[in-house]
């Protein structure tokens, strides 16, 4: 039952979190050529960008006829489709999900592409007897242009194209922890790119645009091969196109694959050109500078910026320009500036794992300036506070022994919430449609925090409409971001349309089954459980949730 609890909070629950990437102790200007983790070389991984998480796995049998089976390409032999053995019902390949994450490298946009997938192993091969499971994921870091090249400007239905990835660099991790995810993709680019060296794998992605019948469908195939012309330089050749769609496939629908590829935003970090002529745009453009190496325009950007609200009360402000202050060697004024960033603890949920790792950055500054015990109170707070991170439990590990933690370093009591209500957003916004369907937008594509703001704001301009499908989606917000009792609120709204004429019936399975899941983690099991069963009745089929339903409602 604990897996599939797991499985749920990690798909449901997740928070979007912009991750200020720490630095390493212990490295003087001698060994500078080592491969220490800092904030000027090791890269920024984003949030989620966009997701897909349905396709229909197609193949071609053996016998002449197609089979599917949902985010899973079948055997080409029927028998293997037919067999018990639990490692053949995984299909010849398969996937949980496709994630794109995003990164700036030497000021360049790279995608991260993320494959999630189950696996498993036999402890007895020879016999294919005690199975276990695992879970894996393969990841892939190529240019943004290159991953968003996949559907060309100028397409054409019913054509195939194909798109070689150039892949910077590539791996796959078997029974992963999460928590470490970016930290190992950051890891890996920046060893990739200190080394020189050629990463063993690429991808090519095949893509064919289908509209028939009144419908429009995209059929895709994700090609991992090794990185040599002789093994990817046959998918590319124009006579082989049609070929790779003959055998087997993914297809989903169009406008689905087309937000996961054509995804908008941007790494969090996002090249600044140009003179800055507002608050943001200082801020923005202290960042850049940061990123490029610029570390003195950074720290002079940065300064004008914290003289405006937002930033002058905003934690980030001060970290990177701690940051850049301990680049440029004044470790006076970084000091100064990690206790200013640490004293502006956020109150927003999603800002919570970059502030914890401010003070373990506060702490590797301590350790440079030879206060040990100073250090080991930083990184010792920011793991009782939970921060997940490599980084930090090897400084402990190997700094802090015979050290004794007697409490946090820092206050917990106080946070500020930082209004940026002056920048772009939608509290200015007057069109409801406008920003209804921003709000969707960026639901769909895991920014919660944001898509929130978006439908109070719809709420606010037509608070006499109760319309369903903005409770619904507000409701869902909540329920992410572990408002369980705003999300059976919101979702009460969208559920009282069900006997109405302004409810949609193809949704009403979603609002069932994430009602019962507010009620689920407020510990309203019968309640949760008969909203379960509303779910399926309305027409649930999505295996993990159905899955998750046997499980908890016995």
Same mark, same amino acid.
């Given at each position: 039952?604990?897996?599939?609890?797991?499985?749920?909070?990690?798909?449901?629950? &997740?928070? %979007?979190?912009?991750?200020?990437?720490?630095?390493?102790?212990?490295?003087?200007?001698?060994?500078?050529?080592?491969?220490?983790?800092?904030?000027?070389?090791?890269?920024?991984?984003?949030?989620?960008?966009?997701?897909?998480?349905?396709?229909? @796995?197609?193949?071609?049998?053996?016998?002449?006829?197609?089979?599917?089976?949902?985010?899973?390409?079948?055997?080409?032999? *029927?028998?293997?489709?037919?067999?018990?053995?639990?490692?053949?019902?995984?299909?010849?390949?398969?996937?949980?999900?496709?994630?794109?994450?995003?990164?700036?490298?030497?000021?360049?946009?790279?995608?991260?592409?993320?494959?999630?997938?189950?696996?498993?192993?036999?402890?007895?091969?020879?016999?294919? =007897?005690?199975?276990?499971?695992?879970?894996?994921?393969?990841?892939?870091? %190529?240019?943004?242009?290159?991953?968003?090249?996949?559907?060309?400007?100028?397409? =054409?239905?019913?054509?195939?194209?194909?798109?070689?990835?150039?892949?910077?660099?590539?791996?796959?991790?078997?029974?992963?922890?999460?928590?470490?995810?970016?930290?190992?993709?950051?890891?890996?680019?920046?060893?990739?790119?200190?080394?020189?060296? /050629?990463?063993?794998?690429?991808?090519?992605?095949?893509?064919?645009?289908?509209?028939?019948? @009144?419908?429009?469908?995209?059929?895709?195939? /994700?090609?991992?091969?090794?990185?040599?012309?002789?093994?990817?330089?046959?998918?590319?050749?124009?006579?082989?196109?049609?070929?790779?769609?003959? &055998?087997?496939?993914?297809?989903?629908?169009?406008?689905?694959?087309?937000?996961?590829?054509?995804?908008? &935003?941007?790494?969090?970090?996002?090249?600044?050109?140009?003179?800055?002529?507002?608050?943001?745009?200082?801020?923005?453009?202290?960042?850049?500078?940061? !990123?490029?190496?610029?570390?003195?325009?950074?720290?002079?950007?940065?300064?004008?910026?914290?003289?405006?609200?937002?930033?002058?009360?905003?934690?980030?402000?001060?970290?990177?320009?701690?940051?850049?202050?301990?680049?440029?060697?004044?470790?006076?004024?970084?000091?100064?500036?990690?206790?200013?960033?640490?004293?502006?603890?956020?109150?927003?949920?999603?800002?919570?794992?970059?502030?914890?790792?401010?003070?373990?950055?506060?702490?590797?500054?301590?350790?440079?300036?030879?206060?040990?015990?100073?250090? %080991?109170?930083?990184?010792?707070?920011?793991?009782?506070?939970?921060?997940?991170?490599?980084?930090?439990?090897?400084?402990?590990?190997?700094?802090?022994?015979?050290?004794?933690?007697?409490?946090?370093?820092?206050?917990?009591?106080?946070?500020?919430?930082?209004?940026?209500?002056?920048?772009?957003?939608?509290?200015?916004?007057?069109?409801?449609?406008?920003?209804?369907?921003?709000?969707?937008?960026?639901?769909?594509?895991?920014?919660?925090?944001?898509?929130?703001?978006?439908?109070?704001?719809?709420?606010?301009?037509?608070?006499?409409?109760?319309?369903?499908?903005?409770?619904?989606?507000?409701?869902?917000?909540?329920?992410?971001? $572990?408002?369980?009792? @705003?999300?059976?609120?919101?979702?009460?709204?969208?559920?009282?349309?069900?006997?109405?004429?302004?409810?949609?019936?193809?949704?009403?399975?979603?609002?069932?089954?994430?009602?019962?899941?507010?009620?689920?983690?407020?510990?309203?099991?019968?309640?949760? %459980?008969?909203?379960?069963?509303? !779910?399926?009745?309305?027409?649930?089929?999505? *295996?993990? $949730?159905?899955?998750?339903?046997?499980?908890?409602?016995?």
């Amino acid at each position: 039952m604990k897996q599939y609890i797991f499985l749920l909070m990690g798909l449901l629950i &997740g928070s %979007c979190v912009f991750a200020q990437f720490p630095v390493q102790p212990g490295y003087d200007k001698q060994n500078s050529d080592d491969l220490s983790r800092s904030m000027a070389n090791l890269p920024m991984i984003s949030e989620t960008r966009s997701l897909l998480e349905l396709a229909s @796995g197609w193949m071609l049998q053996d016998n002449g006829e197609w089979i599917s089976s949902q985010n899973q390409i079948p055997w080409k032999d *029927p028998d293997l489709n037919r067999s018990s053995k639990p490692s053949f019902k995984l299909g010849k390949e398969n996937f949980i999900n496709l994630e794109v994450r995003d990164v700036l490298v030497n000021n360049e946009m790279y995608a991260v592409i993320i494959i999630r997938f189950k696996s498993g192993w036999y402890e007895f091969p020879m016999l294919m =007897e005690s199975w276990h499971k695992q879970t894996g994921v393969s990841y892939f870091v %190529c240019k943004l242009s290159k991953f968003q090249g996949i559907i060309p400007e100028k397409m =054409e239905f019913n054509k195939p194209y194909v798109q070689n990835l150039d892949v910077l660099c590539d791996n796959t991790l078997m029974d992963f922890d999460e928590r470490y995810l970016n930290s190992t993709i950051a890891y890996n680019i920046h060893q990739i790119l200190t080394l020189k060296t /050629i990463t063993p794998h690429n991808l090519i992605i095949a893509f064919l645009p289908v509209q028939a019948g @009144g419908q429009t469908t995209a059929r895709f195939r /994700i090609i991992q091969v090794m990185n040599k012309e002789k093994f990817y330089l046959p998918y590319l050749d124009l006579k082989n196109r049609d070929k790779l769609f003959k &055998g087997s496939y993914y297809e989903c629908d169009f406008g689905s694959f087309r937000s996961f590829v054509n995804y908008g &935003g941007g790494a969090y970090i996002q090249s600044f050109t140009g003179a800055p002529k507002s608050a943001d745009e200082y801020y923005k453009r202290g960042l850049s500078d940061y !990123a490029s190496g610029n570390y003195s325009q950074a720290i002079s950007n940065l300064t004008e910026a914290s003289k405006y609200q937002p930033y002058s009360t905003f934690f980030l402000t001060y970290a990177y320009r701690a940051n850049a202050h301990q680049k440029v060697g004044d470790n006076a004024a970084a000091m100064m500036d990690f206790d200013k960033a640490i004293s502006l603890k956020p109150a927003e949920q999603n800002y919570y794992s970059a502030w914890l790792t401010v003070i373990y950055n506060r702490g590797v500054a301590r350790f440079n300036n030879k206060d040990r015990d100073g250090a %080991c109170a930083d990184w010792n707070t920011a793991l009782q506070f939970g921060l997940k991170d490599i980084a930090n439990d090897k400084a402990i590990k190997e700094h802090c022994r015979g050290y004794r933690y007697t409490g946090p370093s820092v206050s917990m009591t106080q946070s500020v919430v930082t209004n940026f209500s002056d920048m772009s957003g939608p509290e200015s916004m007057t069109d409801y449609f406008k920003v209804y369907w921003e709000g969707v937008w960026k639901y769909e594509h895991g920014n919660f925090q944001d898509a929130l703001r978006y439908f109070n704001r719809a709420i606010e301009l037509r608070p006499q409409d109760k319309a369903f499908m903005v409770y619904y989606y507000r409701g869902s917000c909540k329920l992410k971001i $572990s408002d369980f009792n @705003g999300a059976l609120s919101d979702l009460n709204i969208s559920l009282s349309f069900n006997s109405g004429s302004q409810g949609d019936p193809s949704m009403m399975k979603l609002v069932y089954y994430n009602h019962g899941m507010a009620n689920y983690m407020l510990g309203n099991y019968p309640m949760a %459980c008969s909203d379960f069963q509303k !779910a399926v009745t309305a027409g649930l089929t999505t *295996p993990e $949730s159905v899955d998750f339903i046997k499980q908890v409602c016995r």
